[in-house]
């Protein structure tokens, strides 16, 4: 590593509609150094890669490459100066083979006719180069995630790459394929190569990096050469807010337990085990692809598990499909309100009175009945809208959610999964549904709650389970709780930091 | 108010264009081709209506499933064929085997239902396009037509006429045939079911979010199954009507029929992306291609130029609803029912 930079970004700005991500950022980049890039969920780890490929430009600030000031990138340019990102989902052609994939759109020509021969050979080096067992004609689709990684690897090398940034490559990869990457990756970056690597394994950033830098809300905390660095530092800087932006819950009476999971795996979730209480909020953790929503599905019912118990009130109850799970008074509000929980192009009437059908055994839907329904909770629910023939796509973010909530309420739901339930919705209508939430909870109903947002996972839960690789690495109670202690054990720190690890 | 609501029906639009051109082609008959006289034109003749009526009654029922199945996000190209084959099999029993009526009847709904339940079996359990899957079952039921038929017709020799040939005389020149009545009253039960039922409110909600429904508690597969079987039903009872009235197992007796239904469901308004539609859209549909095909044959078009007629109005007519949806959307204002427009890109 030389102290030569290659990439320097200085004072860039980008904000979206209603949010500033990045503001006044800095960052840089030297030839053949290993940097890795560390914050929380929503930090602004993409917008920044996004930044870096041409896919955003930033709205003020300057990006400079190679010693030159860039002018309006764009994902062309940018590869072609030789920034190339790997994203975490695979960006191959997979009915083509390894050589096709390679060149394409860059075939080698002799001529008029494409020199299949000589890229042929080309391949075969690279492929040495990275010690990939892969053969030029295999099939990209047919190998396996890690074999993948190498060939995008392998692309950025056939164009001639000087940057590559690698967005969470690990992701459901084996230890084997991860030394492996590791491997080619230090081989690259001592052959002159520069790399971005972002990662939410503490691990794997502490056996390559170089340099880390910790961003936090769009804002650089601080660079630091990895010599010195302890996890301790690294995770006080991805967290440290400040504690007034908590919402401050009131406390409700914890009763029995009322929903439990014993030793549930399938869908990506292994052996994990849970309990609910009347009037208490669970909450889960962990960072995005941890298996969280695999689970909620799981407690739902929308995918089987294929070992383990659910017990509802103690009884034991076979969740088969969503409507054994809402036979069973529970509900589930998923995080993606529009594709999965709303009917956008249907009114309000129709959107609140579809799940409560399941719960009465005539064959009659009367209109006034849904109607009154709906009115009841469009009124208590305080929903801003014209009137129950409302179609739902024209309400915002947080009545939108509200009308899912509504939905659940006339069903007389009692046990009740937020995934991310407040996911785009802006800081007025938030801090409504929480009062909805702790208005459940007086109830005496039990609520299991995701979230990505930590100030809001913290404030509401009684008890947080932290999730990783779809396994529950950590149940941390009331007392426990605090930012540091949660995000310790999603990355997976060691365990020198304290608390109590199950 | 009311009259406002009336015009705000998502009905109004076709409803006003059937009775904009039941006008014009009133109008045209009168001026260019009866000089004039009044007494001439046949178009609004009480027997003209009658005879249009009995016309359309085939395609209204197979219209009537084909909504269902459209609501629900599906579609379904086979029925044509699927009258071919239901229709020759049924005058085969009764000529070849002797069959009586009841029997056939038994044996065309039984038939009908369990093809459609294979169809609904593969389009619900795999991913695969409604679209296609129904392409190829077209294919296989005009197969079975020709082995059954060998391509000539089958007579039933005046058997099984209730169906097809009794009419109820209203007055001396107006008689509704037995179709006619059978339309009527598959109209009125599907419009209530729609309407007033539970398994009505699943065909909305699985057509206009297959995901969201089954989080909501909705079978989705089993459902769509029960739709495609209830499609069956439908096309047995258009198939019997049909070889009633025309006394033969044409093995062309069905030929086309899924355009003319598929046309008249989605100028009715039922989207083809499903979560949107009512059979009273889907019967003015029907009325309106109804009416304008008898008209080019009273005004004394030439057959070819009547397909070319008709594929214009066909268009004309979708995108005329295409038009008063985009406008009405972005009416602003807090009219109860009315959407205020946020964002125009999301309208």
């Known amino acids: 590593m030389s102290e030569e930079l290659i990439l320097k970004m200085e004072g860039i700005s980008k904000s979206f509609p209603g949010v500033t991500v990045f503001d006044g950022f800095d960052f840089d980049l030297r030839r053949g150094e290993i940097h890795c890039i560390c914050g929380e969920n929503g930090a602004g780890k993409s917008t920044l890669i996004k930044m870096l490929s041409g896919a955003y430009s930033p709205d003020r600030g300057d990006i400079y490459f190679d010693g030159k000031k860039t002018e309006s990138m764009n994902p062309h340019t940018a590869m072609r100066m030789g920034i190339q990102t790997i994203y975490q989902e695979h960006n191959l052609f997979p009915l083509l083979n390894v050589v096709e994939n390679l060149y394409a759109g860059n075939q080698i020509m002799k001529g008029l006719v494409i020199d299949e021969k000589k890229m042929v050979e080309k391949t075969k080096e690279i492929l040495d180069y990275l010690h990939a067992s892969i053969s030029p004609f295999d099939i990209v689709g047919r190998l396996g995630s890690g074999a993948q990684k190498t060939v995008e690897i392998a692309k950025a090398l056939v164009q001639e790459s000087k940057v590559i940034i690698l967005d969470e490559p690990t992701a459901s990869f084996s230890q084997m394929e991860i030394d492996h990457l590791m491997g080619i990756i230090k081989k690259l970056a001592a052959n002159g190569l520069s790399i971005i690597y972002i990662s939410h394994h503490l691990e794997e950033v502490f056996k390559i990096a170089q340099r880390v830098t910790v961003i936090r809300d769009g804002q650089k905390v601080n660079t630091y050469d990895i010599k010195g660095l302890t996890e301790q530092k690294l995770i006080h800087d991805m967290v440290g807010r400040d504690v007034s932006l908590f919402y401050q819950r009131k406390k409700v009476p914890i009763g029995d337990v009322i929903f439990e999971a014993v030793n549930l795996s399938g869908n990506g979730v292994n052996n994990i085990s849970l309990t609910v209480r009347e009037g208490e909020v669970l909450g889960i953790s962990g960072m995005i692809g941890s298996g969280r929503t695999e689970l909620a599905e799981l407690l739902f019912g929308v995918k089987k598990a294929e070992s383990g118990e659910i017990l509802i009130k103690g009884k034991p109850v076979r969740m088969r499909t969503p409507l054994s799970a809402i036979k069973n008074k529970m509900c589930f509000i998923t995080e993606n309100r529009q594709a999965t929980g709303l009917f956008l192009r249907h009114a309000l009437d129709k959107n609140i009175a579809i799940a409560s059908y399941s719960q009465t055994k005539t064959p009659f839907a009367w209109p006034r009945e849904d109607y009154k329904v709906s009115k009841h909770y469009i009124d208590a629910l305080n929903i801003a809208t014209p009137g129950v023939y409302q179609l739902a796509m024209f309400l915002s973010g947080g009545n939108q959610q509200k009308v899912v909530l509504a939905k659940w309420f006339a069903t007389e739901a009692g046990i009740f999964i937020f995934d991310e339930p407040t996911r785009g919705i802006d800081v007025g209508a938030k801090e409504e549904i929480y009062k909805i939430i702790v208005n459940l909870l007086e109830q005496k109903k039990a609520v299991i709650m995701i979230s990505s947002d930590m100030p809001e996972l913290i404030a509401m839960s009684d008890r947080i389970m932290v999730m990783r690789n779809g396994t529950l690495v950590a149940e941390v109670q009331k007392d426990d709780i605090s930012e540091e202690n949660i995000l310790k054990h999603s990355i997976g720190a060691n365990e020198t930091l304290g608390g109590n690890e199950r | ?347």
Request: aromatic residues 10%.
């Open chain 2, 1 to 347: 108010m009311k009259t406002g609501r009336l015009f705000k029906h998502e009905n109004a639009p076709m409803f006003f264009v059937l009775v904009l051109a039941i006008i014009a082609v009133y109008l045209v008959e009168l001026f260019f081709v009866r000089g004039s006289n009044i007494s001439k034109v046949a178009f609004l003749k009480p027997m003209n209506i009658a005879n249009v009526l009995m016309q359309i009654s085939i395609t209204g029922m197979l219209a009537i499933s084909m909504t269902l199945v459209m609501i629900s996000g599906g579609i379904d190209l086979s029925i044509g064929q699927m009258m071919c084959f239901l229709g020759t099999a049924m005058a085969f029993m009764m000529k070849n085997v002797g069959w009586g009526s009841w029997q056939v009847a038994i044996f065309g709904v039984v038939l009908a239902v369990l093809f459609q339940l294979l169809m609904g079996l593969i389009i619900s359990r795999t991913k695969l396009e409604p679209f296609i899957v129904s392409l190829g079952f077209m294919s296989i039921y005009k197969g079975f037509t020709y082995l059954i038929t060998n391509g000539r017709e089958i007579t039933i020799e005046g058997k099984f006429s209730f169906l097809g040939r009794s009419y109820i005389n209203l007055t001396e020149n107006f008689r509704l045939g037995m179709p006619v009545i059978i339309l009527v009253i598959l109209v009125i039960i599907m419009y209530l079911i729609l309407k007033y039922t539970k398994f009505g409110r699943t065909v909305y909600a699985v057509g206009g979010n297959e995901s969201a429904a089954y989080l909501a508690g909705i079978n989705v597969k089993n459902f769509k199954l029960l739709l495609y079987a209830i499609n069956g039903l439908f096309i047995a009872i258009a198939s019997m009507s049909s070889l009633s009235r025309m006394g033969t197992g044409n093995p062309l007796m069905g030929e086309g029929k899924e355009i003319e239904v598929i046309a008249a469901v989605v100028v009715g308004g039922t989207a083809l992306s499903g979560g949107k539609g009512n059979i009273i859209g889907t019967l003015i549909g029907v009325l309106l291609l109804g009416f304008i095909s008898n008209a080019l044959n009273i005004l004394g078009v030439a057959p070819h130029w009547q397909y070319i007629m008709r594929g214009i109005l066909i268009i004309v007519s979708v995108l005329l609803m295409y038009m008063s949806i985009v406008n009405s959307a972005s009416v602003k204002g807090n009219v109860k029912g009315k959407p205020v427009v946020v964002n125009k890109k999301t309208a």
